[in-house]
Nanobody, 125 residues
């Protein structure tokens, strides 16, 4: 019913920038939350950032605060992740997620119902 498609991943040098997009189709997310998570080989899936559809409240993982910015375009049903000052440790598959059950920017992956296919981000030193 709800489909999320990520795009914008690729290769960047340390200190560079990338902008990820997540296009949502089907159900609207008004009053609910959307987020970004990432997973590297051999590591657990970790929270990156989240935003509420209505109100635009945000939360960030400590590791990306001051470097990444999450935003959304309500009219286009699209969520963005602007990634600046990239580090090699940011290398991972980035997943967009949406929750139909919460209206706060939670970092708990278990609270999200819908997931995109992921987009690879690679940062070289």
């Amino acid at each position: 019913q709800v489909q999320l498609v990520e795009s914008g991943g690729g290769l960047a040098q340390a200190g560079g920038s990338l902008r990820l997009s997540c296009a949502a189709s089907g159900r609207t997310f008004s009053g609910y939350a959307m987020g970004w998570f990432r997973q590297a080989p051999g590591k657990e899936r970790e929270f990156v950032a989240a935003i509420t559809w209505s109100g635009g409240r945000t939360s960030y993982a400590d590791s990306v605060k001051g470097r990444f910015t999450i935003s959304r375009d309500n009219a286009k049903n699209t969520v963005f992740l602007q990634m600046n000052s990239l580090k090699p440790l940011d290398t991972a598959v980035y997943y967009c997620a949406g929750s139909s059950r919460i209206s706060y920017p939670s970092g708990s992956h278990s609270l999200y119902d819908y997931w995109g296919q992921g987009t690879q981000v690679t940062v070289s030193s």
